[in-house]
């Protein structure tokens, strides 16, 4: 007689090896591409300082390499069960760079530790996105009532308000994105949307008249003055736009970009390293880059598309909210269509901290896919 078959358990059940072949690997390559040609503009970039940053960038790329195995390996759901209390220790991180933290740029938002800086908001951004997956995908509804919307704005209002009072507006800014790319997908009736933007514009008066300091009211007055100090506030955008331009279709050729070179371009490895690549490699190399981000970011959609719940489905959004948002923005800032902050542009700008976030997101976002046979 034929033994009777035993139930399946719940291991039975886990993703098996050959479910890695479902996976959208594609936006690992686009990742791995960017961080890549980021590690060589770095170079370019920085070869004329007095430090070459590009052996630093690399170990945060390894580094990040490391993270991204490690955070695919943990189910997403188990992580979105211990969100509250890794979302709490990250408010309690936020506060006290406060009290404890170094000023880089006029803002309070860093821990040093010797020549290097860790910057919390960045991992910030991360634990946020877990809290709001788990609580809006407990919702359930076609619409959120306004109860729902205000608990999700305190989520993301809370660090977002610790990294204001850094004086961090470009970190506090990107959490935005994120919470309106989650909230568009949970379903927000287009009454609260206009109510949101009046909000926002009632928001803005506030910050321009009592938190924003007198230089970073000078880089919105430079952006709808482009003529404004072309020496001083608009010195930065002018260099930016002259090595933007001076690339032309084919660029100057690696290493071979006078703004860069010749130390015209300031934050040249940093906020605008976008600039030193047009510089470097003209219209064919910006296109180049730009086609990269879009297929991360159309994989990281068909991600969210497949992903068999909510949890999965808004943590991705979520992720792929903010980093779109950074990559549009930085790439407008660099040739004057958005006033110039500090947001750097993922996988080429140098930063640890930011180097390391982005390789959490995208390990997160490939764990999602490769457990979409088993949370459903």
């Known amino acids: 007689m034929r033994p009777t078959s035993a139930p399946l358990t719940l291991a039975d059940n886990r993703p098996h090896l050959r479910h890695l072949a479902g996976v959208r690997w594609v936006l690992l390559v686009a990742a791995l591409a960017l961080a890549g040609l980021g590690l060589a503009t770095v170079h370019s970039a920085s070869s004329e300082l007095s430090l070459d940053y590009l052996p630093r960038q690399a170990v945060w790329v390894g580094v990040g390499i490391l993270a991204l195995a490690l955070t695919f390996s943990i189910d997403y759901q188990t992580l979105s069960k211990f969100s509250l209390p890794i979302y709490i220790v990250g408010l309690v991180i936020l506060t006290a760079v406060l009290f404890l933290g170094t000023v880089r740029g006029g803002a309070r938002s860093w821990f040093g530790f010797g020549s290097f800086g860790l910057q919390p908001s960045e991992f910030a951004k991360l634990s946020t996105a877990v809290l709001l997956a788990?609580?809006?995908a407990s919702t359930n509804r076609r619409y959120l009532r306004l109860r729902q919307i205000a608990i999700a704005c305190g989520i993301a209002g809370l660090p977002m308000a610790l990294v204001v009072l850094q004086r961090d507006m470009g970190s506090a800014m990107m959490f935005m994105p994120l919470l309106a790319g989650m909230l568009f997908v949970s379903g927000v009736r287009w009454q609260v949307v206009v109510a949101a933007l009046v909000l926002a514009l009632i928001g803005g008066a506030i910050l321009w008249n009592f938190v924003m300091l007198d230089y970073q009211k000078t880089r919105v007055l430079t952006f709808l003055d482009p003529g404004r100090e072309p020496l001083g506030a608009g010195y930065q955008l002018r260099q930016s736009k002259i090595a933007v331009g001076?690339?032309?279709v084919a660029g100057r050729g690696y290493m071979q970009g006078t703004q860069s070179q010749l130390r015209f371009l300031p934050?040249?490895?940093t906020d605008f390293?976008?600039?030193?690549?047009?510089?470097?490699?003209?219209?064919l190399?910006?296109?180049?880059v730009l086609m990269l981000y879009a297929t991360y970011?159309?994989?990281?959609?068909?991600?969210a598309v497949r992903a068999r719940d909510r949890t999965g489905i808004l943590l991705v959004v979520g992720l792929l909210g903010g980093f779109a948002f950074h990559v549009v923005y930085n790439t407008a800032m660099v040739v004057g269509l958005v006033p110039i902050t500090g947001i750097p542009l993922p996988f080429l700008s140098y930063g640890g901290s930011f180097t390391l976030?982005?390789?959490?997101?995208?390990?997160?976002?490939l764990g999602v896919d490769f457990r979409r046979y088993v949370n459903r």
Do not use: D, K
Request: charged content about 10%; cysteine-free; glycine content about 16%.
């Open 267 to 269: 934050a040249r490895h």
């Open 246 to 248: 001076s690339g032309q």
């Open 273 to 283: 390293v976008f600039a030193v690549l047009a510089e470097e490699w003209g219209f």
């Open 285 to 288: 190399g910006v296109v180049g």
């Open 297 to 303: 970011i159309l994989n990281g959609a068909l991600v």
């Open 134 to 136: 788990r609580y809006l």
């Open 357 to 365: 976030a982005n390789f959490i997101a995208v390990g997160m976002i």
